[in-house]
């Protein structure tokens, strides 16, 4: 049996030249022509209904696959987990059972189903064989799958909801006869999506991405969750009417815990784990609740988790339901009513579906009637963002995967992982599942007949790890907390579900035969509920906590880390967590408008106590970081969450990365310059990994990302830690070369723009209400020309097209009349990924979008052709990456920071430098001039050719000036156009 080396970046498995896989590409056509004729020598045979399903499939489907590179009968000899083609698990529709046929998987994960019938069904048209496809596919949220029986191949679109009364064409979006496999056209089409090959190179995923978002597209944790919000609706408006004492509080606990019962129950059901439709026989006798709370209790019995802990629980027993409202609900999670097949809908679904739930709560009126409502800080921040999937992968790979890598599980179970804001458990449930296929593969690959608590086998190749050894994991290794109390639960739900992967009903009653402890594990000492950030010394100011209300005390939700019993205290005396990692709010904690407000107290206790992280505005996710060092191993521990990038550069975070560059021994920078939260207002983000062990020298791995789908640690590029901390503000650019170019601004022989002889910047007129004090004619004596940043192009002569109403004393600000007409000023347009400069010899007023040097001791056209010379751009990027960004903008602090050359006009050389430099600018000017002017289309040819050589020959007196190197030079103009 063999146990592979698994990498989880599908980009990294397959790396072959091209004219191999062209072999491979003929080879599969020859394999599937044999297949071809065989089936057409022999149709009439294969038609009739003798011929059945198990025969097609072994003589025909197999081969076909097989012929598309997959390993359908695992010839490689892989465990179960590792299989590239798995029979799906046994699992019921409506009320008899059977099995999908083929999952095709890379590294475990699954990517598509094939369903086979026998060539006697009539796949085009027959209904069942697509919807029982679709129902599977879409609820393990598959983008495409496959029915086939060889004689035809349909293909589907399963982010479709499936409804039993749908047409059989509904969701298909390819649809082919097996006599038209060997037309090129065909061939291409299944082969450049569904061969193996395909898969690995992204093929897959790329057609199933150009066949998304068509009409009747409805993914199934979207469903889910609008079915989920309707029953909490329904639930939270009929016990706050059945239940006039019930507090808003117990509302939203006894509604989360109904709700996560009845799913827990109808998930173990399609599982096998439990019979099928106890639920539902519930549901269609009299006094639903009452039966309902009895299924509970028995449940609390086998179980004994917290899910049906009733000694805690006295809330739920004592409410009053009607029998309509969890009829409406039970019946609902049911065929032919539901689309869901809860044996395939996995943990990670069910996570992203909760994330979005836990967004709103439940409001009592004045009339005690329920009200659900968007939190206040989700309303703020416009929505919940879920962390994809592939960058959770990645942290824990990066975190768990580097800490137990060569480990025994004796070792391995004195690892400690923390989640500090762990909501659904997104991170904790992909650690835990790491964690799991580890240990399997350690036992298997260590004699597992000897580790007999441990593992068992079903069959040949197939071991699976012990309940016993699968709550010990759970419990040794992983740790959450959060403070929302609704999270929690969510988290427990999520892992323990997770435990309950692969057993069945015969193990869970063997184990209560057996009178072992609870089949679930506890998980009260490992996910809990407080706020990660502030301790009870919160309240150490005399009689504070009188002063605050039961709300305000709930919502603070102090936490004590040290406590033995309520907090982590044995872990904390231990030296803290091995690894910290998650998705940490992204909150700006402020007392001003615009803002979620937080009281005084909270602030500066966050100030107080996190100082590093408050400098200026205190952005929660920088907080967590400082706190996550104070949580980890001093020795050895990992801390690595997901945070916006601003964290790279920004100013008012420089306290926080000159703590993690000082503290830290290694650390690992992954920027992701794209929007990996679609919604949401923030750009890109930044992974941070970082080991907490501090040394005064050593090599930071910097990787920029500039596209989804997987993060492939092949081109990390390094730089010494000490180099980074030489700059100031110790900003993390995301390449070496970066810091070289920067070191010129540092050098003492160059002065800077913001030299206050060299250049005096000033903004444009803030009009405070443009709609009212701008104009496109004169309307008044006090109305004048004004600039914008669009009036204008690089050495091009602005244009005014606007008016202004100048009155200083009704305008906003920025109203300085003899620096705005200043002539011969340098005007830089402010919105922009690029420095764009022109001068005004007329001294025309500018907009606030237009930046003004209006003064300077150098001459304007020398600085000018430094402003809008390639290297200049260059370097101002280094400074602020924004290159290509939508929002980009100038701002003067950045231009300050430019370097200038100094020019000694006793020395010839140097001042026949800037005697070329202004002379091939004055020439620009004219040439700009002159292309603008003309109306002759081959003018216009000839002068922008002058224009580009230049502009070339102005680039080449700059770096000249800077004294690059051919390599430096060669960067540069790689990099700005």
């Known amino acids: 049996m063999k146990l592979p080396q698994i990498n989880y970046e599908f980009g990294s498995y397959f790396r072959c030249d091209t004219k191999t896989k062209a072999k491979m590409k003929e080879h599969a056509r020859q394999k599937i022509e044999e297949l071809v004729e065989r089936f057409r020598r022999n149709l009439d045979v294969y038609k009739k209904s003798a011929y059945n399903e198990a025969q097609v499939r072994r003589e025909f489907i197999d081969p076909f696959f097989e012929a598309l590179g997959w390993d359908v009968s695992n010839r490689q000899g892989y465990a179960e987990q590792y299989k590239e083609v798995v029979l799906e698990d046994t699992i019921k529709v409506g009320r008899s059972t059977r099995a999908p046929d083929y999952s095709f998987r890379i590294g475990g994960q699954r990517k598509f189903f094939v369903e086979a019938k026998k060539p006697a069904v009539n796949v085009k048209e027959d209904v069942s064989p697509a919807y029982q496809l679709r129902r599977y596919a879409w609820s393990a949220k598959l983008p495409l799958s496959i029915v086939t029986d060889f004689e035809e191949f349909s293909v589907f679109d399963c982010r479709i909801k499936p409804n039993p009364n749908d047409k059989p064409s509904v969701g298909r979006i390819a649809y082919y006869t097996f006599d038209e496999y060997l037309d090129s056209d065909t061939f291409d089409a299944i082969y450049d999506v569904f061969s193996k090959e395909a898969v690995l190179k992204g093929g897959f995923d790329k057609y199933a991405e150009s066949t998304k978002g068509k009409k009747g597209t409805a993914e199934v944790d979207s469903e889910f969750l609008k079915e989920i919000e309707s029953w909490r609706e329904l639930l939270a408006k009929n016990i706050a009417l059945r239940n006039p004492d019930v507090s808003i509080y117990e509302l939203n606990y006894a509604v989360q815990k109904i709700i996560d019962r009845i799913i827990f129950l109808r998930i173990c059901e399609d599982r096998a784990i439990e019979p099928y439709g106890q639920l539902q026989t519930k549901a269609e006798s009299g006094d639903v609740y009452t039966h309902l709370l009895n299924h509970f209790k028995l449940a609390e019995s086998k179980y004994d988790s917290g899910i049906f802990d009733f000694d805690t629980d006295r809330i739920t027993p004592a409410l009053g339901i009607d029998d309509r409202v969890l009829k409406t609900i039970i019946q609902s999670l049911y065929y032919p009513k539901s689309p869901y097949e809860f044996s395939v809908l996995g943990v990670e679904i069910l996570?992203?579906?909760?994330?979005?739930?836990?967004?709103?709560?439940?409001?009592?009126?004045?009339?005690?009637?329920?009200?659900?409502e968007t939190k206040p800080e989700v309303k703020k921040a416009g929505g919940v963002y879920y962390t994809p999937q592939y960058i959770v992968d990645y942290i824990v790979k990066n975190t768990v995967g580097k800490l137990i890598e060569g480990k025994t599980p004796e070792e391995i179970a004195e690892i400690k992982i923390l989640d500090p804001a762990c909501g659904s458990g997104s991170f904790l449930i992909c650690a835990y599942t790491y964690l799991l296929r580890y240990h399997l593969d350690w036992y298997v690959g260590n004699e597992p007949k000897k580790h007999k608590d441990a593992v068992f086998q079903v069959r040949e190749n197939e071991w699976y790890l012990t309940t016993t050894e699968k709550k010990r994991i759970l419990l040794n290794n992983i740790f959450g907390i959060d403070i929302d109390p609704q999270a929690v639960e969510v988290t427990k739900l999520s892992l323990l579900l997770?435990?309950?992967?692969?057993?069945?009903?015969?193990?869970?009653?063997?184990?209560?035969?057996?009178?072992?402890?609870?089949?679930?594990?506890?998980?009260?000492?490992?996910?809990?509920?407080?706020?990660?950030?502030?301790?009870?010394?919160?309240?150490?100011?005399?009689q504070q906590a009188t002063l605050f209300g039961e709300e305000e005390i709930r919502r603070v939700n102090v936490f004590d880390w040290n406590d033995d019993v309520k907090g982590f205290g044995k872990i904390m005396k231990r030296g803290g967590f091995d690894c910290v990692m998650g998705n940490p709010p992204y909150i700006t904690y402020s007392l001003g408008r615009g803002r979620v407000k937080h009281a005084s107290e909270e602030v500066k206790y966050i100030a107080k106590h996190y100082p590093r992280s408050s400098e200026y505005k205190i952005n929660s996710f920088a907080v967590f970081y400082e706190k996550a060092l104070q949580l980890s191993r001093p020795s050895s521990g990992l801390c690595a969450f997901i945070v916006p990038g601003t964290i790279l550069i920004n100013k008012a975070l420089s306290k926080?990365?000159?703590?993690?560059?000082?503290?830290?021994?290694?650390?690992?920078?992954?920027?992701?310059?794209?929007?990996?939260?679609?919604?949401a207002e923030m750009g890109d983000c930044a992974i941070l990994i970082v080991q907490n062990t501090h040394t005064k020298k050593y090599k930071i791995d910097l990787h920029q990302y500039n596209s989804e789908r997987w993060i492939e640690d092949s081109s990390f590029d390094k730089v010494n830690s000490d180099v980074v901390l030489g700059f100031p503000e110790s900003r993390l650019y995301l390449k070496s070369f970066v810091y070289d170019i920067l070191r010129i601004g540092k050098s003492e022989k160059f002065k800077s723009f913001g030299d206050g002889e060299i250049a005096k910047f000033y903004n444009g007129i803030k009009t405070g209400n443009n709609k009212k004090f701008l104009a496109d004619k004169i309307l008044s004596p006090k109305h004048v020309p004004v600039i914008r940043g669009r009036d204008f192009d690089r050495y091009g002569t602005a244009k005014p097209k606007l008016f202004v109403y100048f009155d200083p004393e009704k305008l906003w600000s920025n109203c300085n009349a003899t620096r705005l007409g200043t002539k011969d000023k340098i005007l830089i347009r402010q919105t922009g990924d690029r420095i764009v400069a022109t001068i005004d010899p007329n001294g025309v007023f500018c907009m606030d979008t237009v930046h003004m040097i209006y003064e300077t001791s150098l001459n304007h056209k020398f600085l000018l052709g430094l402003l809008n010379s390639r290297f200049l751009n260059y370097y101002h990027c280094c400074l602020v990456p924004e290159l290509g960004k939508a929002f980009a903008e100038i701002k003067i602090a950045n231009l300050k920071k430019l370097p200038v050359p100094p020019i000694d006009f006793s020395n010839p050389a140097e001042k026949a430098q800037h005697e070329k430099l202004v002379a091939l600018v004055d020439n620009m000017l004219k040439l700009q001039k002159k292309y603008h002017e003309t109306r002759m289309e081959r003018d216009k040819e000839l002068y922008e050719r002058q224009i580009k050589i230049v502009d070339a020959q102005i680039d080449g007196v700059v770096y000249g000036l800077y004294g690059l190197t051919e390599e430096e030079i060669g960067v540069v103009e790689g990099t700005i156009k």
Do not use: W
Request: glycine content about 10%.
């Open 351 to 372: 996570g992203n579906v909760y994330e979005q739930f836990l967004g709103k709560v439940i409001r009592l009126t004045a009339g005690h009637q329920a009200k659900v």
């Open 498 to 542: 997770k435990v309950l992967e692969h057993e069945s009903r015969e193990s869970i009653d063997q184990q209560v035969k057996l009178g072992l402890e609870g089949v679930l594990p506890n998980l009260e000492g490992n996910v809990k509920c407080g706020n990660s950030l502030i301790g009870p010394d919160f309240y150490d100011s005399g």
């Open 656 to 679: 926080i990365r000159f703590h993690l560059l000082s503290q830290v021994m290694t650390l690992r920078v992954v920027s992701l310059n794209y929007k990996v939260f679609a919604d």
